[in-house]
């Protein structure tokens, strides 16, 4: 009988971490992982947002403006800013196309060519 | 003629003897200045049997028609020779005040052969010129060179390109130092120099340039250097081009361990953020430059408190991630020993890196490194590795000293694999497998493996390619850059101001304000496209052909392994696809030769064409 509630403890632990690890998983999923470089430093080295749905480009834009303030607008929207989603970068000319969802990692960069 | 002193300066150092030649306004108009002149120096006068390193070799410097001019950051030149690293054209464009000081000096160029009998020095100054004694300057670093021959002539103005010890031990990957922090970086020329028994070119100029419509030059460059502070140059401002280590890393493209992976797992630590919190002490600019890029670092304790070097993104990542490097400390130092003793910081990050693959596989035993323990991130070996090749010190310094390829040749047991290279010169920092177009423009690259050709690396970093692989389409991107930054390079104007111009109209307006010379956008690019013809008929020379334009074996057969990148590898199916695609844009045919009707149509000699 012992052996037996061992072993019931063992699954039921292993049950419990099994559905801990989805809560967490859940909730990560839920999250836009958010990195900042170069001058866009100035506002945050990076963050994490919660998404309940999937943005366009500029509705991301606006969500991140609620929380860095309305500079961080112009800045994000200058034609030389590099905008990263997961490990793409996207053709500014087709950002309208672009789609963040919850689990996504992105950055704002400048990038730099040699001289 | 407008924008030229009209004349130069041949420098025959066997015969001790200097005279002047007139620069014709039809060369003048064919390659404008800097690296066309210098392609067009090198074709007419570098002989088929010229060894690299012999008397026969020739080396010149060109200033472009902007030097001296309001124009923003003109104030470069060229210098170029047959490349003792790659046996094809050698050339770099180095900022800083010699250019302009040259023009200011009424010489538009200097072209030299020949060897001095013992180490000299040229003296260049208003209308006159001389060859001086540098038996005291030989064996001092290029600081010690350009301070001693200030106190030495009276002058704390003069500029002076030098090379250091690397220079005169005919290195293959010497360079040439002016202005403390500036250097004519790439192909070895400093060996050059060294095998002329030529420590330094100093020149000190007090004259003006004349241009052709002087107000409208200035009512436009006024606007030019406005919008040279606004945001197409922020990014060079505030960290510099080191702001490039964090984005790279993020998008898998940061060269490391030796270009095995594309991310840095300690990139935070060597970042232009860190860098600018911690040491960087000065931010300096160049002549007539809004921007200020350079960014100079201090190390403020340990070992080697007290260095003192100029930090730019290359130097950076090849003595930094890709020798797995963290400690800004380390890096700083080598390229301190790199500007100092005269060698290429680009070259010798990619060369160490090599040493310690080739170390932590069991291709080089402590004896071969002379009991130097050269694993990835041993930040001391690195310093210490670097000041050996400078000096070609023991046996280590002696097998790195001519570059990683030369060294994987002697070494031999499938080194040559991972010494990683095109045309025998070093790759820059950016990965070859998440980079393809990049890829295409280094391996084509006239002077070996080069981001400074083409800027072919902008479309796939701007995510308009997919940048993981390769289609015949790239081939015209990489021509087009090429004619491109081939008149950036002539003129010669700084490339971080590439952005300030709208259009190659306004390019090309530079060049009729400043030349006369009545040249649209149209005839500006077909300029660009006899330059870069020239330069690769001079390779021809030499053997060139589609066997040169290929990346090293790792991009081909090794798939990278980090979390951007993972898995990246360069098809050989697409890459031979892209570059038939190049030499159809570049109109040659499939080997890499420009045909005669080609170099008829842009007036070149057509004997090597086919």
């Known amino acids: 009988m012992g052996e037996v509630s061992i072993a019931n403890e063992i699954v039921l632990n292993l049950v419990m971490q099994a559905m801990r690890w989805k809560v967490v998983s859940e909730e990560s999923s839920r999250k836009v992982k958010v990195e900042f470089f170069g001058p866009f430093r100035t506002f945050s080295k990076g963050m994490e947002i919660e998404l309940e749905r999937q943005l366009n480009f500029d509705e991301f834009v606006s969500l991140l403006v609620n929380i860095l303030g309305e500079e961080f607008r112009e800045r994000a929207e200058k034609e030389n800013t590099t905008f990263i989603l997961n490990r793409k970068i996207v053709d500014r000319d087709n950002e309208s196309e672009v789609v963040i969802s919850p689990g996504d990692s992105v950055a704002f960069a400048l990038l730099i060519g040699g001289g | ?610």
Not at chain 2, 265 to 282: C, F, I, R, W, Y
Not at chain 2, 338 to 360: F, H, K, N, Q
Request: with cysteine; net charge negative.
């Open chain 2, 1 to 610: 003629m407008k924008g030229y002193a009209g004349k130069y300066l041949r420098v025959d150092l066997t015969e001790g003897k200097i005279t002047s030649e007139r620069l014709e306004e039809e060369v003048a108009r064919k390659f404008l200045g800097g690296y066309g002149l210098v392609a067009w120096t090198l074709y007419n006068e570098v002989q088929e049997d010229a060894d690299p390193l012999s008397p026969e070799n020739v080396v010149c410097l060109w200033s472009g028609p902007v030097a001296g001019t309001p124009v923003p950051v003109s104030s470069k030149y060229a210098m170029g020779a047959r490349s003792p690293l790659t046996g094809f054209i050698g050339f770099g464009i180095a900022s800083g005040g010699v250019g302009s000081e040259l023009k200011a000096a009424g010489w538009d160029g200097i072209v030299i052969t020949g060897k001095a009998s013992e180490p000299s020095y040229i003296y260049v100054q208003n209308g006159k010129a001389e060859i001086r004694n540098a038996n005291h300057l030989w064996g001092k670093t290029t600081w010690e060179t350009e301070d001693l021959i200030r106190e030495e002539l009276c002058d704390d103005e003069i500029r002076v390109s030098s090379i250091g010890p690397s220079g005169e031990k005919m290195n293959r990957l010497a360079n040439i130092t002016n202005d403390r922090n500036r250097q004519i970086g790439r192909c070895g020329i400093g060996a050059v120099m060294g095998s002329k028994n030529l420590k330094a070119i100093a020149i000190r100029g007090t004259g003006s340039v004349e241009v052709a419509d002087l107000d409208s030059l200035l009512e436009f460059c006024l606007e030019l250097h406005q919008r040279c502070r606004g945001p197409a140059t922020e990014k060079y401002r505030i960290l510099g081009t080191p702001a490039n280590v964090l984005v790279h890393n993020r998008i898998g493209c940061l060269p490391t361990m030796n270009f095995q992976k594309g991310t840095f797992d300690q990139a935070e630590a060597v970042s232009g953020e860190t860098m600018l919190k911690t040491m960087v002490k000065k931010i300096v600019a160049c002549p007539a430059c809004e921007i200020a890029c350079d960014h100079i670092n201090v190390v403020k304790e340990g070992p080697w408190k007290g260095t003192v070097a100029s930090m730019d993104y290359e130097s950076l990542e090849m003595l930094g991630p890709n020798c797995g490097v963290s400690d800004l400390n380390a890096i700083t130092k080598a390229v301190e020993l790199c500007d100092t003793l005269g060698v290429d910081t680009i070259s010798a990050g990619a060369t160490v890196s090599w040493a310690m693959e080739a170390y932590e596989k069991g291709f080089l035993t402590k004896e071969d490194t002379d009991g130097l323990d050269l694993r990835f991130g041993n930040g001391e070996a690195l310093v210490e590795a670097v000041r050996r090749m400078c000096l070609r010190e023991g046996n280590l310094g002696e097998l790195l000293a001519d570059g990683a390829a030369r060294a994987a040749e002697k070494v031999g047991n499938g080194t040559e694999k991972f010494a990683i290279v095109n045309k025998k010169m070093e790759w820059g920092a950016y990965s070859m497998r998440s980079l393809q177009t990049a890829t295409l423009g280094f391996a084509t690259s006239v002077r070996g493996a080069c981001y400074l050709r083409s800027g072919s690396y902008q479309v796939d970093v701007k995510g308009t390619v997919d940048r993981y692989h390769l289609d015949r389409s790239r081939g015209k991107i990489v021509s087009d850059g090429e004619n491109l930054y081939a008149i950036i390079d002539s003129l010669i104007i700084c490339k971080f101001t590439r952005g300030i111009y709208k259009s190659n109209d306004e390019m090309a307006r530079v060049i009729r304000l400043v030349t006369g010379f009545d040249v649209d956008a149209e005839e500006m690019i077909k300029i660009g496209e006899r330059i870069h013809n020239q330069a690769k008929l001079f390779n021809v020379r030499f053997g060139a052909s589609r066997k040169d334009d290929y990346p090293p074996p790792r991009a081909f057969e090794e798939k990278m392994y980090d979390d951007v990148s993972d898995g990246a590898v360069i098809d050989r199916d697409e890459y031979e696809e892209a570059l038939s695609g190049y030499y159809e844009a570049r109109r040659w045919n499939e080997e890499g030769i420009p045909t005669k009707a080609l170099l008829e149509e842009l007036g070149l000699d057509t004997t090597l064409g086919v």
